[in-house]
């Protein structure tokens, strides 16, 4: 199973953390902070796996991968397979492409829920359910129509009231 | 109303503010964070549902990438989870996933929002539903919802069936008993065409296997219908993974020498490759290939070496790891070949085994074990220095946590008891033995444990007795029994109680089994102990002056004890059933069959479980019938042996049906005779393989049983065809022995066949029948007391002992 997923820039900075597991909001930060300590002193051309046992316990392993400013990291267990990880970062980063036109750091900064709704289309309670980018956005796309839609009742009566206040 | 909502929330900052502000504040970004934080917990608090929810959102945001607590907001989420509208609902699922754990007070009063969105039509609020369900589920959520779950696996939407599977999965975990109801629904969807949910079952099940891979051995040819058709990568190698925790169970499975050979042939393209990625992975399988097989990793040298240059260190350490346990293996295997021909020191190959066991990530344990209780039995000079490393390291807390080592501790462990009469400080290896770390090994080894802390009780209060002192060291020996009792006893019952609670799964990975012996052997080292306590605290104080009667009933009782674990058992050739020639007009039935015929109506004592030999051991064509039975995981190998001898001792009978069963594992067979001559100097390697003794399974016979029927008893229930002789020093004689039994043996058989053969107790009787001539009789590995032979002589000429149900020895 997926134990967590994290993208984090090269200060330093968390842009985006999913834990499949709970723990504290103390230990989650402490878990950054180590994962990127060791991140930040590996080479370039080196393997993209590291053995996250110090860190997150037993039977833990790290995939990153990482892309101009940004780190995209998923530690997962033995079930899963290293290299099939690493093509799961692919198509989340393709996924965000498709859906931010060209994605760079800001958008995964301003776009919060929405990244989010990303993720959780592909993996689902700590399991991979979708590895297919545009799968992913079709769902996604339908979650957003959902909420504009929800959101959009409410205009109404509000700048009814709000008119009629004047 | 309206009014002052329209103020909030044209004045409430959404997240997207919150955003934009806490990037411009460069200076000051906590004081930004905590006045948001307020005028959150005042937006909050409005009873407005979309200023909550946008109050919701922003704190959900800062508690995730800033982690700041949010458990304020707990009850406030529910209260927008309430709303109809889904953005709210998806806002309030998603601040609730994050925040919401175990301990959160108002986690009783999700469960009817959870229960009604589970219903919903709308596939997305299913899933928004189900995805908090699996992150936060605990018992109560997981009982109460387990309809719901039940009936979405089964629903028509792929989307949310794919979903209701993952989080069965999270259900099973928390509150077994959903077991029931959903795995026959679980299984269907193995069937399924469709690759999603093929993939997704697939996924759900690789995760259980891992965990307890023999429940789910009868799927295993559902799983490899699935591996040749699937055309996923994915789907292919979670099955695999599968195969892979299922095949050490069943021998079928793995007839993979050419798999491995095409494997390692794969790894080495890997080795080669340039991608540093594929390079660590290759170096890891073959660290994982070559625990079993050697060749692999020599052939593949050069490449290996090559890349100890590289400047991964990933890679470097994967190859340490790698070129160690390649060196530790050869040495092992080297050395142990042939009876240890090349050792001349065997004190300095002890403590080299010692040694290889502290480094740090040692794979060998079991090797290392092996051959530490096969030296300990072969080799009597070195008996000592064995005791002396076994102290050391069972005095070492630290090893305790490393799993690795338990094989190893287990055998130190037993070293130490067996041959506790070298220890130089018995009472320290008392202490070292009882320490509260042990409380991290496994009920197996733990059950050793407690059996050599008997046998050290044992010598010690039996020196101390022997030489009349009132006991010096008594202090120590009076705490010694508290400890011992209020250790044991809690453990005991601590795990017997959890054990209890758990349904299907199997607690903490340990069986019913191992916990039994353990508490079994807790259970006779207190009784030991209750009865000699008084004595020994009295004799302390009193100096034993008018406790006559009682003093000299308890050393009585330590004599005994001490008797019966100063004698030495060695182990019984694998081939000893083999030797023994089945007499004229004897006929084994291979399966039981019969058995089943005769005691179809008996309903097994039902937390055991029963196991026909050991499964790893495949001897001529038994056939693997344990599918059937429902089995907790696979028993350690020392339990098996002794569940045996105790079924047989309290009535419960099952034919070997053409194989020694009896054989405890952990001591290595006696190898097939190349006579090795040994000079003086080098310290004699016994071979024990023409005697046929009494299996070491039956450690404690029972001593208080001086009865006739109770020696009997354990002749025939030691070995069934010969009765067991004493050790070594009787190796010229046994072969004499067997002579003399076969003589024998074949004129009477038929007459008592005959007896004997009526339908339904025939087969149970159909066993091994020898006759022994009473004065070669030998019980528990001494010859007969006087008392007992005058018994036999009452019966006349000589007799024939039948092994049967009327506990009473047939005689013609």
């Known amino acids: 199973m997926i134990k967590a997923v994290m993208v984090m820039n090269t200060q330093g900075k968390t842009r985006l953390a999913k834990f499949y597991e709970y723990l504290p909001v103390e230990k989650q930060q402490e878990l950054i902070r180590g994962i990127f300590a060791v991140l930040c002193s590996r080479a370039e051309n080196v393997s993209n796996f590291i053995d996250a046992e110090s860190i997150f316990g037993p039977d833990s392993r790290l995939v990153y991968k990482h892309f101009a400013t940004l780190y995209f990291v998923f530690v997962f267990d033995s079930s899963e397979n290293e290299l099939a990880v690493l093509d799961l970062i692919q198509v989340f980063v393709e996924t965000l492409d498709k859906c931010f036109q060209n994605v760079c750091e800001l958008d995964i900064v301003f776009n919060y829920s929405k990244v989010h709704t990303i993720l959780d289309e592909m993996i689902f309670g700590g399991q991979v359910v979708e590895t297919s980018s545009s799968e992913i956005m079709k769902a996604v796309e339908e979650i957003s129509k959902l909420e504009a839609a929800s959101n959009a009742i409410t205009l109404i009566p509000k700048s009814a009231s709000g008119w009629r206040s004047r | ?812």
């Open chain 2, 1 to 812: 109303m309206s009014g002052p909502s329209l103020m909030d929330s044209l004045f409430q900052r959404s997240l997207e503010d919150l955003i934009k502000g806490l990037r411009q504040q460069l200076i000051g970004e906590q004081a930004f964070i905590s006045k948001s934080l307020e005028e959150i917990r005042n937006e909050i608090k409005s009873t407005d549902l979309s200023t909550k929810s946008t109050a919701l959102l922003k704190v959900s945001y800062l508690s995730n990438l800033h982690f700041h607590d949010m458990s304020f907001a707990a009850f406030p989420a529910l209260e927008v989870l309430s709303s109809p509208r889904f953005s709210h609902k998806k806002i309030a699922y998603h601040a609730i996933s994050l925040s919401f754990h175990d301990s959160t007070p108002v986690l009783l009063l999700i469960t009817n929002h959870l229960r009604k969105d589970l219903n919903s039509t709308n596939e997305f609020v299913v899933r928004l539903s189900l995805q908090c369900l699996s992150r936060i589920a605990n018992v109560d959520l997981a009982r109460d919802l387990t309809p719901e779950l039940f009936t979405l696996l089964s629903s028509n939407k792929l989307y949310v069936r794919k979903r209701a599977i993952d989080v069965v999965l999270r259900v099973f975990e928390k509150y077994p008993d959903s077991v029931r109801v959903c795995f026959k629904c679980l299984v269907e969807n193995l069937e399924n065409s469709d690759p999603q949910i093929l993939s997704a079952v697939v996924g759900v099940f690789s995760e259980l296997v891992c965990k307890d891979p023999r429940s789910y051995l009868p799927l295993a040819p559902e799983f490899y219908k699935i591996l040749v058709d699937s055309k996923s990568n994915w789907v292919s190698i979670k099955v695999l993974k599968i195969f892979s925790k299922l095949a050490p169970l069943e021998p079928s499975l793995s007839e993979y020498e050419s798999s491995v050979r095409f494997a390692v042939g794969k790894v080495r393209e890997f080795l080669v490759d340039e991608d540093p990625n594929l390079k660590y992975l290759g170096l890891q399988a073959l660290r994982i290939v070559a625990e079993k097989h050697l060749w692999a990793v020599s052939e593949n040298k050069e490449v290996v070496i090559k890349s100890l240059s590289d400047a991964d260190p990933n890679i470097k350490i994967e190859l340490l790891r790698l070129v160690m346990a390649m060196i530790l293996g050869s040495i092992l295997s080297t050395c142990s070949r042939n009876l240890y021909e090349i050792i001349v020191d065997f004190d300095w190959y002890v403590s080299l085994l010692g040694e290889m066991s502290r480094i740090p990530h040692c794979q060998m344990g079991d090797e290392i074990e092996n051959q530490l209780i096969d030296i300990g039995l072969r080799v009597k000079d070195v008996r000592p220095e064995l005791v002396r490393i076994a102290r050391d390291l069972l005095i070492d807390p630290a090893l305790l946590g490393n799993s690795f080592l338990h094989g190893v501790l287990s055998a130190a462990t037993w070293a130490s008891g067996e041959y506790v009469d070298f220890s130089r400080n018995p009472l320290e290896l008392m202490e070292a033995l009882l320490q509260p770390r042990t409380s991290l090994l496994p009920s197996s080894i733990r059950a050793i444990y407690i059996q050599s802390a008997f046998k050290v009780l044992v010598f010690c209060l039996h020196t101390c007795f022997m030489r009349g002192e009132s006991i010096a060291p008594s202090a120590s020996l009076d705490n010694l029994p508290a400890g011992v009792s209020a250790y044991a006893s809690y453990e005991s019952f601590d795990d017997f109680s959890v054990e209890n609670g758990a349904d299907a799964t199997v607690v903490h990975g340990q069986t019913h089994e191992a916990m039994m012996w353990k508490y079994k052997r807790a259970q006779n080292l207190l009784g030991f102990v209750d009865l000699t306590k008084p004595e020994v605290l009295n004799s302390s104080i009193q100096e034993k002056k008018d406790s006559e009667g009682k003093g000299v009933e308890t050393s009585k009782i330590i004599k005994l004890m001490h008797y019966a674990f100063s004698k030495e058992l060695g182990s019984v050739s694998l081939s000893a059933q083999v030797n023994v020639s089945v007499p004229y007009g004897l006929m084994l039935k291979e399966n039981l069959s019969d058995l089943e015929m005769i005691c179809g109506d008996i309903e097994p004592s039902s937390s055991n479980s029963f196991s026909f030999g050991n499964p790893n051991e495949e001897k001529d064509g038994l056939s693997f019938s344990s599918l059937q039975i429902n089995e907790d995981s696979e028993q350690p190998h020392e339990s098996t042996s002794l569940l045996a001898v105790h079924r047989k001792r309290h009535g419960l009978y099952y034919l070997p049906s053409g194989k020694s069963e009896i054989i405890s594992n952990d001591y290595p067979p006696a190898n097939d005779p190349t006579k090795t001559d040994h000079s003086k100097p080098r310290p004699v390697v016994l071979k024990l393989d023409e005697v046929n003794e009494k299996p070491v399974a039956m450690k404690q016979p029972d001593p208080r049983d001086n009865s006739l029927l109770g020696a009997v008893r354990d002749v025939l229930f030691g070995s069934e065809d010969i009765p067991p002789t004493s050790s070594q020093s009787n190796l010229s004689n046994s072969s004499k022995r067997k002579g003399k039994e076969k003589q024998h043996t074949d004129p009477r058989v038929e007459s008592k066949e005959s007896a004997v053969g009526d339908g339904n107790s025939s087969s149970r009787r159909r066993k091994t029948i020898v006759k022994v001539k009473r004065e070669d009789i030998e019980v528990q590995g001494r010859k007969m007391t006087r008392k007992e032979k005058t018994l036999f002589r009452k019966k006349k000429g000589t007799v024939v002992v039948g092994i049967n149900h009327d506990k009473e020895p047939r005689s013609l």
